[in-house]
Each structure stands twice: as C-alpha cells, then as structure tokens.
C-alpha cells in the first residue's frame, strides 16, 4: 500500500529563520511527483512546491526548496526566512497508483507557528 | 477567476438528514475530486471523476453518493448522515490526470452532523 508519513505533528520557529518539515512516503512507481501543500487558517489549500521523482535537482520555489532522496523515499520542505504569513498546516502528498493528481495520498500534516 | 467554488461553507445536520454539498469548477477540468479533512488523519479521498458521466470510488466512500452530469459540477450526497460524517469537505478539480499538474482546492465546507 501507498502511504505518506509526516512524524511531527506540531512544529515552531522564529520568525526570519530556517525550518524544514519531513515527508517520508512509501511506493513501488518509479516516476511520480511530490507535492507540499499548505493550508493557512483561511482552510484553502494552497500548492507550495512540487517534485519529479526523476529529476535529481531539487526544487525550489523563492523561499522553499525541498531535500528530495528517492532511495531513502524522504521529502522534505525547508522553508527559510520564515515569515508569519508561513504559519499554517503543511501536508505531503502522493498521487495514489497511476500518478493521478485527481487521486492523492495526503500526510497527517504538520502544524508550523512562525514565532515573531 | 473563481476557481473551485464550494457551497455551502458551514453547515449543521441532524442525525438521518441528507444534504448535497455542491461543487463547481469554471476551468473546464475533466478531473474532479472529493475528500474529508479530519483532526490527525489528513485529506482522505471520497470519490472522484476522470470526466462527466464516469466517477469511481475512493479511500472512505461508504455513506456518499456522487454524480458528474456535467463537466463543470460535482455534487456531493449523504443520504442519511452520522456523526462520524462530522468533517470538513474539500473538493478538488485539475485539467489533466497526469501528475504534473496542480489540483486545484475549493475552501472547503464544514459540517456538523449532532
């Protein structure tokens, strides 16, 4: 079975600093994607980065890049200069047997409070 | 751009009522999603739909219907609802079924089953 493991439930950081959160996932596709939601209190989700499991670049976008390792199957999101608009849930998410986005696998999520 | 609407936002139940919670999407998707937020356990897949007249069942599908008459909406049917229906409900919609392409979220709908 697929799954999506996000082991901290609850994170803090201060504002202007660095934090990452850890997906681990497991699979047996060889090429899928990787995607970090975030969800503010407002409750939308919101796309924050995705990866391509066979390219071996990690992705970034502005202040949030991710440490992908395919062998170790881990995904994680670092987010530098934190700001307080960061604060939120953030979910891992897996597009379930044959890749499809309309079908996702989602982690418990990780709740981050950016501290000022 | 409106996106993904969902309504209502909030809504309370009692025990054995049904309501349909309505989502539409004005991107032309093909692909369009339901799933439940509960506390500890993330997003979970309801059901979905690769295109109008085709759905399927996803993780948590007992106690829900589903129809895709047209592209644009995708209703959402409890028949008799339970506490345990107690969630917040996110739909989603994207225009491909290949997975570099975003799925794009209503805001959700919270519902209260007493």
């Known amino acids: 079975a697929q799954t999506v493991t996000q082991s901290q439930p609850e994170m803090s950081v201060q504002e202007a600093e660095t934090v990452t959160l850890s997906c681990t996932y497991d699979t047996s596709e060889n090429n899928y994607y990787l995607f970090w939601y975030k969800q503010p209190p407002s409750r939308q989700m919101i796309l924050v980065i995705r990866?391509?499991?066979?390219?071996?670049q990690n992705a970034t976008e502005n202040r949030f890049s991710v440490n992908f390792q395919k062998a170790a199957k881990s995904f994680s999101l670092k987010i530098s200069d934190s700001q307080l608009g960061d604060t939120a849930m953030y979910f891992c998410?897996?597009?379930?047997?044959?890749?499809?986005?309309?079908?996702?696998?989602f982690g418990t999520g990780t709740l981050l409070a950016v501290q000022p | 751009n409106a996106g993904v609407t969902q309504t209502p936002k909030f809504q309370v139940l009692k025990t054995g009522q049904s309501m349909t919670l309505q989502c539409a999407q004005d991107m032309n998707h093909e692909y369009m999603s339901w799933y439940r937020q509960d506390p500890g356990m993330g997003l979970r897949l309801i059901h979905y739909s690769v295109g109008a007249g085709i759905t399927d069942q996803g993780e948590v599908p007992n106690g829900y219907n589903v129809s895709r008459s047209t592209t644009e909406d995708f209703p959402l049917r409890l028949l008799s609802a339970a506490p345990s229906q107690t969630s917040v409900y996110f739909c989603?919609?994207?225009?491909?079924?290949?997975?570099?392409?975003?799925?794009?979220f209503g805001q959700g709908t919270r519902l209260t089953v007493v």
């Open positions: 989603a919609s994207s225009y491909s079924i290949t997975a570099n392409t975003e799925a794009f």
């Open positions: 990866q391509e499991a066979y390219k071996q």
């Open positions: 998410a897996f597009p379930s047997s044959g890749g499809a986005t309309n079908k996702l696998i």
